[in-house]
């Protein structure tokens, strides 16, 4: 018998074994928990505890120890009953406690029973308990091991914990990737709305797709169905879109076409690959992507009308993307994309073709071309049906005046043209044509139409329409009329031009060889032309110009050309000659036409031509040729008196040459100095005396001897060469006088010559300013002779030069008086110191009353102006007389003396100054 104490948290555990320690008949006694148990231990001191371990407040493990640690109770005998399947921990503590057995819950009620008795057995005999020490050490360590235990399950607890957040998590990323593709999608359809630039809808496309569905790469190709089968990127966004540039894709049936690209395009379905890094299709843009860290890609097709035309393809960095609600999503957007691309495509067409029509439309009703649609409706005349706004412009007739009718209309009455027949035939076979027509306005004016027919035909090749474009040619014909005339004619007088002529000449020359004909060319240059442009002026120069052309145009007949060459000279081509007489007549008609009195501004004048006859092929075998000899022989007749015609001769051609030669040495006399002046004595008939004299050039030619100066002063006046040597006759005559001066003659004057050219030559006062200054000679004993026609080319600048002249000094001579074209207005404003009588007056002096008369007017008339009267080429005696008597102041004659070398001059006026004249002489 014994008294046992059974500790246990549980009612129905106590109350087991209490009864079956009863039933053996011990005395149970019971305790809720450690705590409880040790205050009955202690106070009724059983020999045996059953006890739980695991209870509230002091657990089985602490009862017994603290059991133990009451050396009072420390051998009371333990044994443990527990449900703790920790069985090697607690047989272990259990042995350190001193825990004689374990009974685990739930315990046969036998083993219990037996248990027991065995306990209580062994309690009889001494069992010391284990010291505090190891106790503690291994209370810590079972402590410890229980932690870890706790530890491990929460460990455990924590990994279930992990797993359901990792799936939770899963389902989260899940959604986000499909919430995302909705984002995605959501904004690409609100793009594909709005879109009007394919490229730009697919750029945004992959941008929304990195930037809000959180895709490493996004892109779109097209599919080619070119040779090839070319897959071309057109957008591209995401890190590393760049390098897409580097990879060719194609779908065809090769090495660039196995991948998941080609594929896609080829099947028409969506390729996933889960992973880049394994998947055989990835090419060599594995490494690339990989590189960056991607991990899965889809390839979506996008197909319209069962066609592929390309590919939207995704890269991404997460490894589980791509679940099928994703794809799902996705695959909807691709679709989105194909069918807005399609939409946006057409829509493109549609409005390229719409704005094709409005340009054509535009084009059509702007076009400053007329344009007019009729039907091809044989049975209805082809009626009008359209015309644009030009046709009005150019016609007159609104559209509802032409529309239901034909064109032909614009044509009136006048069908005698070639192309109508031409067009007409067009029109007939239903083809293209281009007719230049003249056709007629609404108010009946003409104007030019080049018509471009072309025929429209319906879907089966019937000709439906015509369509005509007419061009109104009337400013570019006129136009080319007057290009043909400014090439052609000649723009003073009308007459044809040098070109037409030469063109004109040539068809002659071929009829007349044809003929066996002759062909006559005429040139005619007016005479003293130069005088008369000079002294009236330009204006007047181009009048008589065109009054000459008038009237030579009326002398010919038709089929004849008039031609003006420039300056004066005017041709005539007279073709199909066929006698020299014809030739003579014309010229002499010319001739005749020419000299009648015209009045030209005001002016009464007479001119008269000059003219020379070339004849083919007589005179020459081609154009040049004739026209250059109808020149000598125009020559020619200037030569031998003007006024006249002359048919070419061979030997006038050694004249020209001699022209040439001399013109030739002329210039060469002035620079090796073979140009002398010889000096003619001017006599006062007061009292006989020598009071100057004229220098008049002379050129001793080294092979021609002595040239007389009226022999090359006209040619040098031509050439222009009379300037240089007028400036040398200035220089020399300076010379001269003072090289008298130095010899002691210093009462005489000298005049020199001064051309009509020279005197209007800008430098004539410097370069006689200078001869004064360097030969250091008063400017008084400095004449100039100056013609008519020298100062009345230009009053009023001759004015203004003879003022400066006699500013400097110098006298000034109005030479060969009477001749020409002399305004008495102007003899007296010109400042002029004395006139000299023309010599052609003084020549029939004493035979002419005229001459009488004039010279009697001359001398009275230069009186008055207090001028003096200089008579030239006095040669008798009763010429003088004459002068004398009418109280002319100066001579100049044979009957004096000749033009004598400088020399004889000085030795003349040495030997004294009244010359051996017996008239003369007897003034004294
Ligand atoms: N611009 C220049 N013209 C000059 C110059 N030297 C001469 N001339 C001009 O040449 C023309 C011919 O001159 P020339 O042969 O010297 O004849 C002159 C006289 O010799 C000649 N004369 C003089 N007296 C008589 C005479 O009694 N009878 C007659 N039959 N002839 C005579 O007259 C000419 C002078 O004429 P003009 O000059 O009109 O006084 C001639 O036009 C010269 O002007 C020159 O340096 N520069």
């Not at 042995?95 to 029973?113: A, F, H, N």
């Not at 594929?263 to 590189?291: F, H």
């Not at 390309?310 to 799902?328: H, P, Q, S, Y």
Request: net charge negative.
């Amino acid at each position: 018998m014994a008294k046992i104490l059974v500790i246990d948290d549980h009612a129905v555990n106590r109350e087991l074994i209490v009864a079956l320690a009863g039933y053996e008949g011990h005395e149970a006694l019971e305790a809720g928990d450690g705590a409880e148990g040790l205050a009955i231990v202690r106070a009724q001191r059983p020999q045996l505890v059953i006890c739980d371990i695991l209870m509230p407040n002091v657990d089985g493990y602490e009862f017994v120890r603290r059991l133990r640690a009451d050396p009072e109770i420390a051998h009371t005998r333990v044994i443990f009953h527990t449900a703790n399947y920790h069985e090697r921990e607690v047989r272990h503590l259990a042995g350190i406690l001193g825990v004689s057995r374990i009974l685990v819950k739930p315990c046969d009620p036998e083993v219990i029973v037996r248990t027991i008795a065995e306990v209580l057995a062994e309690a009889a005999r001494e069992n010391p308990p284990a010291s505090d020490a190891e106790f503690e050490r291994e209370h810590l360590r079972v402590l410890t091991d229980k932690l870890a235990a706790k530890a491990e399950e929460l460990e455990r607890r924590a990994e279930d914990l992990a797993s359901e957040v990792e799936t939770r998590k899963l389902a989260e990323a899940q959604l986000r990737r499909v919430l995302r593709a909705r984002k995605v999608m959501a904004e690409c359809n609100r793009t594909l709305v709005r879109a009007t630039d394919e490229r730009r809808l697919l750029a945004d496309v992959c941008r929304f797709l990195v930037e809000l569905g959180n895709y490493g790469i996004a892109w779109v190709s097209l599919a080619w169905h070119d040779a090839d089968c070319t897959v071309e990127t057109v957008a591209a966004a995401g890190e590393g879109a760049a390098l897409l540039k580097s990879f060719r894709f194609s779908w065809g049936d090769n090495a660039c076409g196995n991948g998941p690209v080609g594929e896609a395009v080829r099947t028409r379905e969506a390729q996933i690959v889960r992973d880049i890094a394994t998947d055989p299709r990835v090419g060599r843009w594995r490494e690339a992507a990989l590189g960056r860290g991607y991990q899965a890609a889809a390839v979506l097709p996008l197909v319209f009308e069962h066609e592929t035309f390309g590919v939207l393809c995704i890269v991404t960095r997460e490894k589980e993307a791509f679940d099928a609600d994703e794809l799902e999503l996705l695959g909807e957007l691709a679709d989105d994309i194909a069918y807005g691309i399609h939409t946006l495509r057409a829509r493109v067409v549609q409005q390229r073709t719409e704005e094709t029509l409005r340009l054509r439309n535009r084009a059509i009703d702007e076009s400053i071309n007329a344009i007019v649609i009729s039907a091809a409706d044989r049975e209805a005349d082809n009626p009008v049906l359209y015309v644009n706004p030009a046709f009005t412009l150019m016609t007159g007739y609104a559209p509802e005046e032409i529309i239901g009718r034909n064109t032909r209309l614009l044509i009136g009455n006048d069908w005698d043209q070639p192309d109508i027949e031409r067009l007409r035939e067009a029109v007939r076979r239903g083809r293209d044509a281009r007719v230049v027509l003249r056709c007629y306005r609404k108010d009946g004016s003409l104007f030019w139409n080049e018509v471009s027919l072309a025929s429209m035909h319906d879907p089966s090749g019937r000709v439906s329409h015509f369509i005509s474009i007419f061009n109104d040619l009337t400013d570019r014909k006129r136009y080319e009329a007057e290009l043909e005339q400014q090439a052609n004619h000649d723009a003073l007088t009308g007459l044809a031009n040098r070109n037409l002529l030469n063109d004109r000449l040539q068809q002659a020359m071929i009829r007349a060889q044809r003929n066996a004909g002759a062909v006559a060319v005429m040139l005619l240059d007016i005479d003293r032309f130069k005088l008369i442009n000079d002294s009236l002026g330009h204006a007047v120069g181009d009048e008589l110009i065109c009054e000459v052309g008038r009237r030579l145009a009326a002398c010919v007949r038709q089929g004849d050309t008039v031609a003006r060459l420039g300056g004066d000279e005017f041709m005539i081509v007279m073709p199909e000659l066929w006698a020299e007489s014809d030739a003579a007549s014309l010229a002499a008609k010319v001739l005749q036409a020419v000299s009648a009195p015209m009045r030209l501004s005001g002016h009464e004048m007479v001119v008269t031509g000059s003219l020379g006859v070339a004849l083919y092929p007589r005179d020459g075998e081609s154009a040049a040729a004739l026209v250059k000899n109808a020149d000598v022989a125009m020559y020619r007749a200037k030569e031998q008196g003007r006024n006249d015609f002359r048919f070419y001769a061979p030997e006038m051609n050694a004249r020209m040459l001699e022209r040439l030669e001399l013109e030739n040495g002329l210039r060469r006399a002035l620079e090796q100095d073979e140009l002398e002046l010889h000096y003619q004595p001017k006599v006062e008939l007061a009292n006989g005396r020598v009071v100057g004299a004229e220098a008049l050039i002379r050129w001793r030619h080294p092979v021609l001897g002595m040239v007389s100066p009226a022999d090359f002063i006209p040619l040098a006046e031509e050439t222009g060469l009379i300037v240089p040597i007028g400036e040398w006759v200035i220089n020399t005559a300076c010379r001269q006088l003072k090289a008298w001066r130095e010899e002691g003659l210093t009462g005489v004057s000298v005049a020199v010559n001064v051309s009509a050219r020279q005197f209007q030559q800008e430098d004539l006062v410097g370069v006689l300013g200078e001869a004064l200054r360097a030969s250091e000679v008063p400017a008084r004993q400095l004449h100039l002779e100056v013609t008519e026609s020298g100062v009345m080319s230009n009053p009023e600048r001759t004015i203004v030069i003879l003022r400066t002249l006699k500013d400097i000094g110098v006298l000034v001579s109005l030479d060969d008086f009477g001749t020409g074209y002399s305004s008495l207005n102007y003899l007296k404003r010109f400042l002029i110191d004395s006139v000299k009588i023309d010599q052609s007056f003084v020549a029939d002096l004493t035979t002419s009353s005229e001459d009488a008369a004039i010279a009697r007017m001359v001398i009275s008339l230069a009186h008055s102006l207090n001028q003096t009267v200089v008579a030239e080429g006095v040669e008798t005696e009763a010429q003088l007389d004459f002068l004398r008597r009418h109280r002319c102041d100066e001579m100049q004659g044979f009957l004096c003396s000749r033009p004598i070398p400088a020399v004889e001059f000085a030795n003349l006026v040495r030997g004294g100054a009244c010359l051996p004249l017996p008239r003369v002489s007897r003034l004294h």
